[in-house]
């Protein structure tokens, strides 16, 4: 009987232990994503969860060059990154990122093959990124302080704003200052035209306001009526901005100097240790949770026709583009720059002149 | 003297803790970085060498010096703001408060701030700058100004205010401790002696007390010199700080070598800073024994 009180407790102490330890494995699958706000929204990465038993943890970046600078700071923390179009090239150089095996990313073949065909997507003989959605950034404007609807790039630039417009602290202030000045070759500028880019963006300054540094920041300067008129992500600011009522609206529109078009897509981390849960996450991202999930938390577009075909009212699919890969072309797709550290060097140089 | 064993075994129990703080966490770190200012950046990373050409493109393309002239201009007036609000407030409590306990609430709530965290503080003088802001539903209300103002924030003078806000207390931690130091007999005979209070101030307290002016500002300016969050938060197109700039080195520029070559450059200025208010500190010491 004394030895029957002692074992009881012990049985039950190592009950305990076992379904803890058991628990803890169950719980140890995990995924780390660096991404963009609202690419990791509760709503689906809830759901994947449940299906996949991977818990998800993400953390966000604000621009594209935060990336590399994240990785570089000491890799292993992060399993997927999901940089845009003009970023993916150098992930592959600078070797953050490994191959990734399509076949086990359910739903990849029905992804626009204008996107996964990509040519910096398809190198070296391997795939390297998977596409996850796509967009534009066009310009946003506050129709109650302008009395001509504006239609061209030239609204950052004028005088008559001054101290109401915002840009994106981003090496893009490039792409939007050249198309302005009238060049096609955005991504691969000799340097007289960066010299030019350069002064324009100078003499712009004092008409700047703030640079954006995150979506949140835009949002908080055009709700607070600290700016009128700014680049965007389309989709995600307006909506956001007219979400708060604040009594007056903000409205998108496309510049006759083009919006320009990027495309996100998820990269596989070099040598992660949970390519498992990476890979249920890359084929839940295809499916129609994964696909309308995104649609929805961002206001973005769909890579993806056939993962939106149930999900998505017709009204819906038109306005985000579905299967009007046409649209691609009225845009200026992002590319990375030829000359990256040229680029990243002329808009530090910007900022930091007086 | 020679080490014993056993006075060895308890010097070694003693400091062998913080020297090797020292060694692995100072001393290591700084030679790392010296040394990655000699590296190369070549796309997309960089790699190791012996070169110059990050320390040349510092000093010849404007764009740095411009910001660290900037950064040390706005680092300046910060401590100038600190001091002249700094001193009258330590005075009056020290010298002006009789009741110990009163003095010491008002001393705990200049110094509780710095329990709250520095971007919630930062952030909360955006809410008051604004267009939309609290500064200006009061001008707009009062009728002063018909329209709410712009002026107030992303720009230097807010980038100031809110530096002062949040460094102030490092001002009058120290100018508190020397001016509660001053013994009282030195000002009465002072007094005794006819001089008037000004005087007083000038000839015995202030004297006195220029070893916590020069210790407070010293703090106030490094700390403002190396300051990256109220550019961010309240500066404009025209904030950028130095320490912007490394982050900006050792972030999207990805251009580790250039970032520590400029970090070597701040730490220079900075020891020389610190070398500076040391023998500022040595003159001016007055000795009371």
Same mark, same amino acid.
């Given at each position: 009987?004394?030895?029957?009180?002692?074992?009881?407790?012990?049985?039950?102490?190592?009950?305990?232990?076992?379904?803890?330890?058991?628990?803890?494995?169950?719980?140890?699958?995990?995924?780390?994503?660096?991404?963009?706000?609202?690419?990791?929204?509760?709503?689906?990465?809830?759901?994947?969860?449940?299906?996949?038993?991977?818990?998800?943890?993400?953390?966000?970046?604000?621009?594209?060059?935060?990336?590399?600078?994240?990785?570089?700071?000491?890799?292993?923390?992060?399993?997927?990154?999901? #940089?845009?179009?003009?970023?993916?090239?150098?992930?592959?150089?600078?070797?953050?990122?490994?191959?990734?095996?399509?076949? /086990?990313?359910?739903?990849?073949?029905?992804? !626009?093959?204008?996107?996964?065909?990509?040519?910096?997507?398809?190198?070296?003989?391997?795939?390297?990124?998977?596409?996850?959605?796509?967009?534009?950034?066009?310009?946003?404007?506050? #129709?109650?302080?302008?009395?001509?609807? #504006?239609?061209?790039?030239?609204?950052?630039?004028?005088?008559?704003?001054?101290?109401?417009?915002?840009?994106?602290?981003? /090496?893009?202030?490039? !792409?939007?200052?050249?198309?302005?000045?009238?060049?096609?070759?955005?991504?691969?500028?000799?340097?007289?035209?960066?010299?030019?880019? /350069?002064?324009?963006?100078?003499?712009?300054?004092?008409?700047?306001?703030? !640079?954006?540094?995150?979506?949140?920041?835009?949002?908080?300067?055009?709700?607070?009526?600290?700016?009128?008129?700014?680049?965007?992500?389309?989709?995600?600011?307006?909506?956001?901005?007219?979400?708060?009522?604040?009594?007056?609206?903000?409205?998108?529109?496309?510049?006759?100097?083009?919006?320009?078009?990027?495309?996100?897509?998820?990269?596989?981390? &070099?040598?992660?240790?949970?390519?498992?849960?990476?890979?249920?996450?890359?084929?839940?991202?295809?499916?129609?949770?994964?696909?309308?999930?995104?649609?929805?938390?961002?206001?973005?577009?769909?890579?993806?026709? &056939?993962?939106?075909?149930?999900?998505?009212?017709?009204?819906?699919?038109?306005?985000?583009?579905?299967?009007?890969?046409?649209?691609?072309?009225?845009?200026?797709?992002?590319?990375?720059?030829?000359?990256?550290?040229?680029?990243?060097?002329?808009?530090?140089?910007?900022?930091?002149?007086? | 003297m020679t080490l014993t064993r056993r006075t060895l075994a308890s010097f070694l129990a003693l400091f062998s803790l913080p020297l090797a703080w020292v060694l692995l966490l100072l001393v290591v770190p700084y030679a790392i970085m010296i040394s990655v200012?000699?590296?190369?950046?070549?796309?997309?990373?960089?790699?190791?060498?012996?070169?110059?050409?990050?320390?040349?493109?510092?000093?010849?393309?404007?764009?740095?010096?411009?910001?660290?002239?900037?950064?040390?201009?706005?680092?300046?007036?910060?401590?100038?703001?600190?001091?002249?609000?700094?001193?009258?407030?330590?005075?009056?409590?020290?010298?002006?408060?009789?009741?110990?306990?009163?003095?010491?609430?008002?001393? =705990?709530?200049?110094?509780?701030?710095?329990?709250?965290?520095?971007?919630?503080?930062?952030?909360?003088?955006?809410?008051?700058?604004?267009?939309?802001?609290?500064?200006?539903?009061?001008?707009?209300?009062?009728?002063?100004?018909?329209?709410?103002?712009?002026?107030?924030?992303?720009?230097?003078?807010? =980038?100031?205010?809110?530096?002062?806000?949040?460094?102030?207390?490092f =001002?009058?931690m120290p100018?508190?401790t020397v001016?509660?130091n001053?013994?009282?007999?030195?000002?009465?005979?002072?007094?005794?002696?006819?001089?008037?209070?000004?005087?007083?101030?000038?000839?015995?307290?202030?004297?006195?007390?220029?070893g916590g002016?020069i210790a407070?500002?010293t703090m106030?300016?490094c700390l403002?010199?190396?300051?990256?969050?109220?550019?961010?938060?309240?500066?404009?197109?025209?904030?950028? =700080?130095?320490?912007?700039?490394?982050?900006?080195?050792?972030?999207?520029?990805?251009?580790?070598?250039?970032?520590?070559?400029?970090a070597t450059?701040?730490l220079a200025?900075v020891l020389v800073l610190l070398q500076l208010s040391m023998r500022l500190d040595r003159?001016?010491r007055?000795d009371l024994a």
């Amino acid at each position: 009987m004394r030895m029957r009180t002692l074992k009881t407790p012990m049985i039950a102490a190592f009950a305990a232990v076992a379904i803890t330890a058991q628990t803890l494995a169950a719980t140890a699958a995990e995924l780390n994503i660096l991404t963009w706000e609202g690419y990791a929204a509760d709503k689906f990465i809830s759901k994947f969860q449940t299906e996949s038993g991977c818990k998800v943890t993400a953390s966000y970046v604000g621009s594209n060059d935060d990336f590399a600078a994240k990785l570089a700071a000491g890799g292993g923390v992060y399993d997927i990154i999901t #940089p845009s179009l003009d970023t993916v090239p150098m992930m592959r150089l600078a070797g953050f990122v490994q191959a990734i095996d399509t076949a /086990k990313v359910q739903g990849h073949d029905s992804i !626009y093959p204008e996107f996964s065909k990509n040519s910096d997507f398809v190198a070296e003989g391997a795939t390297w990124a998977v596409p996850l959605v796509w967009g534009s950034v066009s310009l946003i404007y506050r #129709p109650d302080k302008f009395t001509t609807k #504006p239609d061209s790039i030239s609204v950052l630039f004028d005088p008559a704003y001054k101290g109401k417009i915002s840009l994106w602290d981003d /090496k893009s202030a490039i !792409y939007w200052t050249a198309r302005y000045l009238g060049y096609n070759n955005v991504f691969d500028l000799t340097d007289e035209q960066l010299d030019a880019v /350069k002064a324009k963006l100078i003499e712009q300054k004092p008409l700047i306001r703030k !640079y954006w540094a995150s979506a949140g920041e835009l949002t908080e300067l055009m709700a607070n009526q600290e700016v009128y008129v700014s680049n965007a992500w389309t989709g995600l600011t307006s909506k956001d901005v007219n979400n708060l009522k604040k009594g007056f609206e903000v409205v998108e529109f496309t510049p006759k100097e083009k919006a320009e078009g990027w495309m996100d897509s998820m990269m596989l981390v &070099k040598d992660t240790p949970n390519q498992d849960c990476a890979y249920k996450f890359m084929s839940f991202m295809q499916s129609a949770d994964g696909q309308c999930g995104i649609a929805e938390s961002t206001g973005y577009f769909p890579v993806n026709p &056939k993962a939106v075909e149930s999900c998505m009212s017709d009204e819906l699919k038109k306005e985000r583009q579905v299967n009007n890969i046409e649209f691609v072309k009225s845009l200026v797709m992002w590319q990375q720059p030829k000359r990256l550290d040229k680029y990243l060097e002329v808009w530090n140089a910007v900022k930091a002149a007086p | 003297m020679t080490l014993t064993r056993r006075t060895l075994a308890s010097f070694l129990a003693l400091f062998s803790l913080p020297l090797a703080w020292v060694l692995l966490l100072l001393v290591v770190p700084y030679a790392i970085m010296i040394s990655v200012g000699f590296w190369t950046r070549q796309f997309p990373l960089f790699h190791p060498d012996f070169q110059f050409g990050n320390y040349v493109q510092i000093f010849s393309d404007p764009q740095y010096t411009t910001v660290i002239v900037r950064t040390l201009k706005i680092a300046t007036f910060v401590t100038l703001g600190a001091v002249i609000l700094g001193y009258p407030l330590a005075y009056f409590l020290v010298f002006t408060v009789r009741s110990a306990a009163l003095r010491n609430l008002l001393y =705990m709530s200049v110094i509780v701030p710095l329990w709250v965290s520095y971007l919630l503080r930062a952030y909360t003088w955006k809410i008051i700058l604004g267009t939309d802001g609290a500064l200006n539903s009061l001008l707009v209300s009062t009728g002063i100004v018909d329209a709410p103002l712009d002026i107030f924030l992303y720009n230097q003078t807010a =980038m100031v205010i809110t530096l002062v806000y949040i460094f102030v207390p490092f =001002m009058v931690m120290p100018l508190f401790t020397v001016l509660d130091n001053i013994p009282r007999r030195l000002i009465e005979a002072s007094e005794d002696l006819g001089v008037g209070p000004f005087m007083t101030f000038w000839k015995v307290i202030f004297p006195l007390s220029l070893g916590g002016v020069i210790a407070g500002a010293t703090m106030t300016f490094c700390l403002a010199f190396g300051d990256f969050v109220a550019p961010v938060l309240v500066g404009g197109p025209n904030g950028t =700080m130095v320490a912007n700039l490394l982050q900006t080195q050792f972030g999207t520029a990805l251009n580790w070598p250039l970032g520590s070559a400029l970090a070597t450059v701040v730490l220079a200025l900075v020891l020389v800073l610190l070398q500076l208010s040391m023998r500022l500190d040595r003159a001016g010491r007055v000795d009371l024994a």
